[in-house]
């Protein structure tokens, strides 16, 4: 294909995406394209399938020249691509039996609030607080960078901050309003999300958001940012809030796990793990279980005893918390989802036996 062709296949093939509502386009050698649609992959049969050529020649459009050496270099890369100003996509873009493939997730300009993606207006309380630290966990490709997008957009419009992402690639383009945003991109704005947090103690913010807390070094800089009066917001591949825990305390060695036990439990000021679950007649809807740091949390987490956790949240509900499983419940009694995929992603399947 010549350039100007492909060009405009990959085009064809994103606005596709966008038409869909897809969250993912894939391309790989030996099948049609694909897209993600509600969880579930659809094959573009009307489509030819794609030899090496194409997704070499399709990697040769949506990757800059740096970009094609760090693949060369590394296996893989990580990247954006911007559809003629209308929606971007984060790409990785990787090596696989020695052939190229393409991996695109679809992230709208519009930047939603937690109204518009049935989430409760509640988890804006979080956004009040001058100091601390917030998480959003979940699986990949369950909606975390969506729900932070929400958050910081909505600090954005309501108050007077200066606020630093960091990003790896940027997703979301926010459009400053009472807010100075400055977003910074791993490898072409700064070298390390370590480096770009630490660099955050010198350049007046507010309020910081960090794509994935990845390592060591930047846990650990992120519980001294959120000590020393910044607000936090970050995402981790962990399933719930008593994982989260063990997972932050974990990474760090055993002689210092006693003190960053006593640092998060007074940093630390919520957890959110979200799941999208196919809704009934078609699209996704969001299931939550909510962590909102009390007291009673504050000493279970200084007293390594986060296997309690889960029952606090479980009676809590007065004070805004929610179970996943209780979450999960109220969707299939509202008709919102089936028992089956309740059921699929429930903690304890006994929760539902009232449940015909």
């Known amino acids: 294909m010549e350039s100007i062709n492909v060009e405009q296949k990959v085009k064809s093939l994103l606005r596709l995406t966008a038409q869909q509502n897809a969250s993912d386009l894939h391309l790989a050698v030996g099948r049609y394209p694909m897209l993600r649609i509600d969880g579930k992959l659809c094959p573009l049969s009307q489509e030819k399938i794609l030899t090496d050529k194409d997704t070499k020649a399709f990697s040769n459009i949506i990757l800059s020249e740096d970009k094609k050496k ?17 929606a971007r996509f984060r790409t990785n873009v990787f090596f696989q039996r020695g052939f190229v493939s393409i991996a695109m997730r679809f992230i709208t300009n519009k930047v939603r609030s937690l109204e518009e993606l049935n989430l409760p207006s509640s988890l804006y309380d979080f956004t009040k607080f001058s100091k601390g630290l917030f998480l959003i966990t979940g699986p990949i490709g369950h909606g975390k960078s969506t729900t932070l997008a929400a958050l910081i957009d909505y600090i954005n419009h309501n108050s007077d901050k200066h606020i630093i992402t960091i990003e790896d690639p940027i997703e979301y383009i926010y459009k400053q309003d009472r807010c100075i945003i400055n977003q910074r991109e791993i490898g072409q704005d700064a ?32 519980i001294t940012a959120a000590e020393t009066g910044h607000l936090i917001f970050a995402t981790l591949h962990t399933n719930d809030s008593a994982q989260t825990v063990d997972r932050i305390i974990d990474i760090f060695p055993s002689h210092q796990q006693n003190q960053v036990r006593s640092q998060l439990s007074n940093v630390l000021l919520g957890v959110v793990s979200q799941r999208l679950i196919p809704k009934v007649g078609g699209d996704r809807t ?71």
Request: hydrophobic share 40%; net charge negative; glycine share 4%.
């Open 191 to 222: 070298k390390s999300f370590n480096k770009a947090l630490r660099a955050v103690f010198r350049e007046d913010a507010n309020v910081v958001l960090i794509g994935e807390m990845r390592d060591l070094d930047t846990i650990s800089t992120t």
């Open 286 to 356: 969001p299931a939550l279980e909510i962590m909102i740091k009390n007291r009673a949390i504050e000493n279970l987490i200084r007293e390594n005893k986060t296997y309690q956790i889960d029952n606090v949240i479980e009676t809590s509900l007065k004070e805004g918390m929610t179970s996943m499983d209780r979450s999960l419940l109220n969707l299939v009694k509202e008709g919102v989802i089936t028992i089956d995929d309740a059921l699929s992603y429930a903690k304890n399947r006994d929760y539902f036996k009232s449940v015909k």
């Open 70 to 86: 760090k693949l060369l270099e590394n296996g893989q890369v990580d990247s954006s691509y911007s559809l003629e100003d209308k």
